[in-house]
């Protein structure tokens, strides 16, 4: 079975401050891994994915197979980061479906 | 260019009621999906559809059923509501490894 773990249910950071957003999996395959944001009163949306490995709004990702881990990472946090994060799974053999994590709230307060 | 439409976008039902959630998309996916939020549980997915005519369970289909007889429309129905069914419901569209697509959400209450 394929597991997604967010530790954290809310994240607060002052402005400026680096972000980190944990996310562990569970799977025995070679997963692909995302991360949505989902901000106050919109709808969810593709942030990154590992296999692009791209820069969104300053958030970076990277996958670490020996510790299974997709971490989220920002430098400096700015206000209008704050959202809902998810990070999600992808297994072999799934018909594209994602797993996802229960989520972590970022806020950034000035 | 709407991508992913849900109908209604919020409601609120008597425990026994029935109803149906709309979710159409225009962007000719095969694979369509509903999910529900709760909070500290994330997205669980209720069932899929991978093309039209085809439905599959998910994670949380029991007291559910679904429909997928237009390829662009995909829906969602509750055949006798119960206050554990009270969710944030989201549909999406896509490959999940293209990145789905998502509607803005229907919120049920159930009392």
């Known amino acids: 079975a394929q597991r997604v773990t967010q530790p954290e249910k809310l994240l607060s950071v002052f402005k400026g401050a680096p972000v980190e957003l944990k996310c562990n999996y569970s799977?025995?395959?070679?997963?692909?891994l995302f991360w949505y944001v989902q901000y106050s009163r919109q709808r969810l949306q593709l942030l990154l994915r590992?296999?692009s490995r791209e820069s969104i709004k300053g958030f970076t990702a990277d996958l670490n197979k020996g510790e299974t881990s997709f971490h989220l990472k920002k430098p400096f946090a700015q206000e209008e980061d704050s959202a809902m994060y998810y990070c999600a799974l992808i297994g072999s053999g799934t018909a594209s479906k994602l797993t996802f994590g229960t989520g972590t709230r970022l806020q950034v307060t000035l | 260019n709407a991508g992913v439409t849900q109908t209604p976008k919020f409601r609120v039902l008597k425990t026994g009621q029935s109803m149906t959630l709309l979710c159409a998309q225009d962007?000719?996916?095969?694979?369509m999906y509903w999910y529900r939020q709760d909070p500290g549980m994330g997205l669980r997915l209720i069932h899929y559809?991978?093309?039209?005519?085809?439905?599959a369970k998910g994670e949380v289909p029991d007291g559910y059923n679904v429909s997928r007889l237009k390829k662009q429309n995909f829906l969602l129905g509750l055949e006798s509501a119960a206050p554990s069914q009270t969710s944030v419901y989201f549909c999406?569209?896509?490959?999940?490894?293209?990145?789905?697509?998502f509607g803005s959400g229907t919120r049920l209450t159930v009392v």
């Open positions: 799977y025995s395959g070679s997963p692909e």
């Open positions: 999406a569209s896509g490959r999940g490894d293209y990145g789905y697509t």
């Open positions: 962007m000719n996916h095969e694979y």
């Open positions: 559809s991978v093309g039209e005519g085809t439905t």
């Open positions: 590992h296999i």
